[in-house]
């Protein structure tokens, strides 16, 4: 080799630049394309928020005037007021306002009691498995993939000769029976991730079923539980069919209300209450993904898709 | 009950059709360093798992201390554990740790510090009891695993691979330290294992296993230098014992291409009548070169093959009757490939297993 191969000269024999150090980034054509596509795609499905935004902070006379995507030019918190405090639903004119009650009251209790009987159950079908465990835990997985609309009459017959049909602890039994397939699931692979030995390790120092799950897997199953409260705080808040069935007139949720809303056909369609209102309804879902988006990428990621 | 710290008797398991372990027998006396020894999957780690109780027996008894514990749950058997992986507990800190069983036996505060206060002192781990376990090496890990056990003061203790996760170094420096608690504490302990060396240097017995069925029991020295049959002769030994396909008769050895080698020094199990198929063993060591290969019963010129230095000692590859053989010398003797030389052994420190049975003759 002669000692101008070996020279830091940046020009190679053939003229072209030595491949020195990091490798230079390129824009190529492709690249751009994948951005422009990237963009028009996140644009496209932003623009019914933006409208149902600029719309509910609109006056009704300047709706009529048909400008969607426009800016308010005289900007009203008037409909949200009314979505929240005075909307007609049917007879009773208090807005969102019981539903969201409603609503609240009826998620605060389902997550917990629906995740604590799942990550029981995960953990005793992955670590205290007994003869059948394993075909329980199928049947159970079955559950997932019936359609809901089958159990429905079965499951109103049920409640109404306990007479839970149609009250507050009837919907938190429905929402709880229906989270757990995917819930113990959920757990299940996650403590089936976990290396068994730490569960051997604490039988030989002398802990049982309780203590091993209170003070070794509980706290070790953090990251996994807040998935599992995403996952139901979300579906429990957006949950319309159980509502609309099972919580009866006392308890029905902000979705239930919602349509109602919406669908009160007497006087002028008031577009900007209603999307006020939608928004609402939404809001909560919303928040918790924008919160927690990271927990929820990492939880599925971790939970369901290993083991 | 006799006086052995543990007893298994006539140990089966299976897992549906599969037969783990199969009407084991194995005495250990109490304060003994028993090692089980075994490829992946011939039942060491299963075997200690029943004995822990963490599997239940198909059939068969396990004694503890005299005691039929064959139905008792882990703690009541009087065991700790150490586990390959460690397994502490990841929310604890290295106090919690040690003491979550004492914790959960209910025992009293003062009695839980003072026996972590000693199981720190043994193990060195003093400085680390407010520590998580993720703050922790390889080695402290596997430290406070043993303490966790030695919290618990049991008679007994199960290791099951404890060194396997830790890098070479931390592994033989953990090893001494093994040994030395065993000497300081005298427990009974049985150590499940795949790697010869820590067998060989840990252990007060060996049980090679395979396929669920202990194929030697018996001290370190006897299971290198006398295997009962060829899988524990292949088994243990790096490099591997020479092995010399041939035909046994009477106390003389041919080999297949009609080498003769003489066995008068050999002490056989039983008188062999008559031509036999035969394997005999040579390990490496017992070869020599030069000068005392002419002393030897046996010696042939050969060239040399392949010369692998390895710093302590130099590894040289030749042949014997067209069968590769490798033998070790000092590594100080100059002895290089292609060359020339006189090798030699005594068959009597060999080994000679009959092809029909691999048993030793």
Not at chain 1, 5 to 17: N, R
Not at chain 1, 214 to 235: H, K, R, W, Y
Not at chain 1, 238 to 262: H, S, W
Not at chain 2, 265 to 277: D, L
Request: glycine content about 8%.
């Amino acid at each position: 080799m002669t000692s101008e191969a070996l020279s830091p000269s940046k020009l190679g024999a053939s003229g072209a630049v030595e491949p020195r150090g990091a490798k230079p980034k390129k824009l190529t054509i492709a690249r751009v394309g994948v951005y422009a596509f990237l963009v028009i795609a996140a644009l496209f499905f932003l623009m019914p928020l933006w409208v149902m935004v600029v719309t509910s902070l609109k006056g009704l006379p300047e709706i009529r005037l048909g400008h969607l995507f426009n800016l308010p030019a005289e900007v009203t918190f008037e409909p949200w007021l009314k979505a929240w405090d005075t909307a007609c639903t049917g007879r009773d004119c208090n807005g969102l306002k019981p539903g969201f009650m409603n609503s609240l009251k009826i998620t605060l209790l389902s997550v917990p009691v629906s995740i604590v009987v799942a990550m029981i159950n995960g953990y005793a079908l992955s670590f205290w498995k007994y003869k059948g465990s394993d075909l329980l835990f199928g049947i159970l997985i079955f559950g997932a993939f019936v359609p809901y609309q089958v159990v429905i009459y079965p499951l109103i017959i049920g409640l109404s000769k306990v007479g839970l049909f149609a009250t507050l602890p009837g919907i938190v039994i429905v929402h709880t029976i229906f989270g757990m397939p995917i819930l113990t699931l959920l757990f299940r692979n996650f403590f089936a991730s976990l290396p068994p030995e730490l569960f051997k390790a604490a039988r030989v120092d002398g802990a049982g079923f309780w203590q091993i799950f209170f003070q070794i897997m509980l706290p070790m199953s953090v990251p996994i539980a807040i998935v599992a409260v995403i996952l139901q705080t979300t579906g429990i808040w957006n949950d319309f069919l159980f509502g609309t069935v099972f919580a009866g007139r006392e308890n029905m949720p902000m979705t239930v209300q919602l349509n109602n809303i919406v669908t009160t056909t007497t006087g002028v369609r008031e577009y900007n209450v209603n999307m006020a209102a939608t928004i609402l309804t939404a809001a909560v879902p919303l928040a918790v993904y924008f919160i927690s988006g990271k927990w929820f990428v990492r939880g599925i990621a971790a939970g369901a898709v290993k083991g | 009950m006799t006086q052995h710290s543990v007893s298994i008797r006539d140990l089966s398991l299976n897992f549906g059709n599969v037969k783990v372990l199969e009407h084991l027998d194995l005495d250990i006396a109490q304060g003994e360093f028993i090692v089980l020894l075994g490829p992946s999957g011939c039942g060491k780690s299963t075997l200690l798992n029943c004995i822990a109780g963490l599997l239940d027996v198909s059939d068969g008894q396990i004694f503890i201390g005299g005691r039929n514990v064959t139905w008792e749950e882990p703690k009541d058997r009087g065991i700790g554990m150490v586990f390959q992986s460690y397994a502490l507990y990841p929310q604890m800190t290295v106090e919690r740790n040690l003491s979550f069983g004492l914790r959960v036996a209910g025992m009293k505060k003062d009695e839980i510090d003072k026996r972590v206060a000693r199981a720190a002192e043994i193990l060195q781990i003093g400085p680390l009891l407010q520590r998580k376990p993720v703050e922790l090496s390889g080695g402290q890990r596997q430290r406070v695993a043993i303490g966790r056990a030695l919290v618990r003061d049991v008679d007994v203790f199960l290791f099951d691979e404890p060194l396997s996760n830790l890098d070479a170094k931390l592994r033989s420096d953990l090893r001494v330290e093994i040994k030395r608690l065993h000497q300081r504490l005298k427990n009974t302990m049985i150590y499940v294992t795949h790697d010869q060396i820590e067998a060989l240097t840990l252990a007060d017995r060996i049980a090679v296993m395979k396929n669920g069925v202990i194929q030697q029991l018996s001290d370190p020295h006897t299971i290198y230098n006398k295997p009962v049959n060829l899988y524990v002769a292949g088994f243990i030994g790096s490099p591997q014992m020479n092995m010399l396909n041939g035909t046994l008769n009477g106390t003389t050895f041919t080999t297949d291409d009609g080498t003769v080698i003489s066995a008068v020094n050999y002490q056989f199990m039983a008188p062999v009548s008559g031509p036999t198929k035969a394997i005999l063993g040579v390990r490496p060591e017992h070869i020599v070169l030069g000068e005392e290969a002419r002393a030897m019963p046996f010696s042939l010129d050969v060239e040399i093959e392949i010369v692998e230095p390895m710093g302590s000692d130099t590894l040289a590859w030749t042949k014997i009757g067209g069968h590769p053989v490798t033998f070790r010398c000092n590594s100080d003797v100059d002895i290089k490939s292609g060359q020339k030389a006189v090798i030699g052994f005594d068959a009597g420190r060999g080994s000679i297993f009959s092809v029909e049975t691999t048993n030793r003759l």
